[in-house]
């Protein structure tokens, strides 16, 4: 399969050139939606204007279904479920692929699923070949199975293959390193509690939101996901969020300030959605939160 690769510009200038460009498509008329009315500067924006509330609920603005992917009738990943949003009136949407952890099925985290998707996303949620794959493997598992949303999937209609995210759990967090160090031209990955032998991630160019756990014994934040931060480079811009108290097992049951901030980083990064730049500089903070740094301002 072919690998989408479009990227949009991520400079000032290129931000300001869109907005010239977006303004003159208001005035011409090109930008009316179905009811006439003017969309945003952005077209990439999705949904109402973001509150902590709308966050932080169980559920986004965007009534989402639900879809089986047999393993039957992909190749290069093991099958898994799709969840997307309802609404045709928006325009296409941004995508993102997750991956489980090791010895896990898509069941463990998929509550992740329907969260993301709510906020106007096509999450895909995938069982991998083997549940015992290691990063390496997961991390083309991921990309396979975001070529397959958009090349094959019934949803590929609903989807925008230039906004494109990968994210997983564990040895699938180690394997969402490993998809964006292969690919480029994706707009964001969140590992979350990543595992992975390889501790240098220089030559990552995606924007990387890490989400650890301070008490995790599986893959300690002190030999996985810090120095995973660490060796990103600010360009690339990417966040360390280290949540209270967390076990390496968080993203296992429903965890609000991971969805908060998941949501955030994938808004901000694959919609180019600057709304959500508050939610990201300065970062959350309370008793939930252990440490959270950033390369902010956002560029």
Not at 57 to 66: C, K, L, Q, Y
Not at 90 to 107: D, L, N, R, V
Not at 219 to 235: E, L, N, Q
Not at 269 to 295: A, H, K, M, W
């Amino acid at each position: 399969m072919s690998s989408p690769t479009t990227t949009r510009p991520r400079t000032k200038a290129g931000r300001a050139a869109r907005l010239v460009l977006a303004a003159a498509l208001v005035a011409g008329g090109i930008l009316a939606g179905p009811s006439g009315a003017a969309q945003a500067a952005n077209p990439y924006e999705r949904g109402p204007a973001p509150t902590t509330a709308i966050l932080e609920a169980s559920r986004g603005p965007f009534a989402t279904s639900s879809q089986n992917v047999s393993s039957l009738s992909v190749t290069g990943f093991g099958g898994g479920v799709i969840y997307y949003p309802t609404s045709t009136s928006e325009g296409t949407f941004g995508a993102i692929a997750i991956s489980p952890g090791y010895t896990a099925a898509w069941s463990s985290i998929s509550w992740l699923g329907p969260r993301i998707a709510s906020h106007g996303f096509v999450v895909i949620g995938i069982e991998t070949n083997s549940r015992l794959d290691q990063p390496d493997s997961r991390g083309r598992q991921l990309l396979a199975a975001l070529d397959y949303l958009v090349e094959r999937s019934s949803v590929r209609s609903r989807i925008d293959g230039s906004r494109l995210a990968v994210a997983g759990h564990s040895m699938g967090g180690g394997g969402s390193l490993e998809a964006a160090s292969a690919r480029p031209s994706l707009q964001a990955a969140v590992p979350l509690a990543p595992w992975n032998t390889d501790k240098s991630w220089s030559e990552l160019r995606v924007p990387t939101l890490i989400i650890g756990g301070e008490s995790d014994t599986v893959a300690p934040v002190s030999s996985h996901s810090v120095p995973f931060y660490t060796s990103i480079p600010a360009s690339a811009e990417k966040a360390y969020l280290e949540l209270n108290g967390a076990s390496h097992f968080f993203p296992q049951t429903v965890n609000t300030p991971t969805a908060r901030q998941m949501v955030a980083w994938l808004k901000r990064f694959v919609d180019d959605d600057t709304r959500y730049e508050q939610f990201l500089c300065p970062g959350p903070s309370g008793s939930q939160i252990e440490e959270y740094r950033n390369t902010c301002p956002s560029s």
